[in-house]
């Protein structure tokens, strides 16, 4: 913000005969999380070598740097460069959900399956039963058993997972029209970038959160159905960037503009988004969730929309609400693990206190030449 020097200042230099005036342009950026601030000033004028577009340019990477509400930003262009850390961040629009690869999928499956403490006790037993002095099975008897309901339990896990992979992509397939060297052309899904301008028609779903530029409708209303995100089947409002609604009707004047959108980092919350916009180098002017559209929306009632890609992918705040695929476990298994967690307990007692029991019993029978110990045999 521009600081204001007051009358006495004024006087003072009059009085001094310097007619030499210094600008100070001071850029803040305050967290209001921990309560910190910092500030630089930047004086522009004869007295410094620093030219007003560096002052901008400071005032802008100050702010950055700040970020909002004490973290960084995240930096959308449209036909205006931004810094290549920001672009790094942004990433693909490609989704997936699916839990294994063909190389991890028997590993991380058997360790899955593993949990289950069922799985664990009938593993120890079939370890036990390869041990000739301790097996009271055949291998294969106790060992297939458990072979069985690791392999359908696997192939189990394995259909589950393709019809993921298969929604995952068919979802990254699906087409969109993005701005592509002055006209919208189409693209897939997994190809948009965060800065592309979509054109979104009625009835087809949104590919990624977007900034709403313009809408068919003169006011600049559309309308969106939300059932994807929060279950709602009512219709919502949202409205089109009021400087930006006029100069983005065309695919001439979309290709024309220029934009720097700074908004929050990526996050969760489906009820908020706020951010700030220079619209062809103009200042910043401020826009919070009623100009934006979420990845899953359905445009309803309206020919059109055009709007700025913020998050892409797994940034995008569906996605961000998204959990990975855990393991199913009902009442039952944890019941059932309690269960066998206590017959193990009891079988271990009893096999080791009647372990110590016989060793000290065939310890103190030594020289009973009646029961034939001579040649190892033992009762134990």
Not at 115 to 123: G, V
Not at 216 to 227: F, N
Not at 310 to 324: A, C, E, F, L, S
């Amino acid at each position: 913000m521009p600081t204001i020097p007051d009358d006495s200042t004024d006087n003072h230099n009059s009085s001094n005969g310097n007619n030499t005036s210094t600008k100070t342009t001071t850029a803040s950026a305050k967290s209001s999380s921990s309560g910190l601030g910092m500030t630089r000033s930047i004086k522009v004028g004869p007295s410094s070598d620093a030219p007003p577009a560096m002052a901008a340019a400071a005032h802008r990477s100050a702010s950055v740097s700040g970020g909002m509400h004490g973290h960084s930003l995240w930096l959308v262009g449209v036909n205006t460069p931004i810094p290549e850390q920001s672009q790094k961040q942004h990433g693909t629009n490609a989704i997936r959900t699916r839990k294994y690869t063909l190389l991890t999928f028997i590993p991380l499956n058997l360790y899955e399956q593993f949990h289950r403490l069922a799985n664990m006790f009938f593993l120890f037993m079939a370890i036990i039963a390869f041990i000739p002095q301790t097996q009271s099975l055949r291998p294969e008897t106790a060992v297939t058993p458990l072979a069985s309901v690791l392999l359908v339990t696997a192939i189990r896990d394995y259909y589950e997972d393709t019809k993921r992979g298969n929604y995952d992509r068919e979802t990254n397939s699906r087409k969109t029209r993005v701005l592509r060297n002055g006209r919208f052309v189409e693209i897939q899904w997994q190809d948009v970038r965060v800065g592309d301008i979509v054109k979104v028609l009625d009835g087809e779903h949104v590919p990624a959160d977007l900034f709403l530029l313009a809408s068919s409708d003169d006011t600049g209303v559309c309308h969106i159905e939300t059932a994807n995100l929060d279950g709602e089947t009512n219709l919502k409002v949202r409205d089109a960037y009021a400087e930006t609604h006029k100069m983005t009707q065309t695919d001439e004047e979309c290709a024309r503009i220029r934009a720097l959108l700074s908004v929050e980092q990526p996050n969760n919350n489906l009820f908020k988004l706020d951010g700030k916009i220079e619209i062809n180098g103009g200042e910043p002017t401020p826009f919070n969730m009623s100009n934006t559209i979420l990845r899953g929306c359905q445009l309803r009632n309206i020919e059109w929309v055009h709007g700025i890609v913020i998050y892409t992918g797994p940034h995008t705040k569906v996605m961000q609400n998204m959990r990975k695929p855990r393991l199913k476990r009902t009442r039952l298994d944890g019941k059932m693990n309690r269960q066998i967690l206590g017959v193990f307990l009891v079988v271990f007692f009893c096999c080791t206190s009647l372990a110590i029991f016989g060793a000290q019993w065939n310890g103190d029978h030594k020289d009973a030449w009646y029961l034939d110990l001579t040649d190892g045999n033992s009762y134990t």
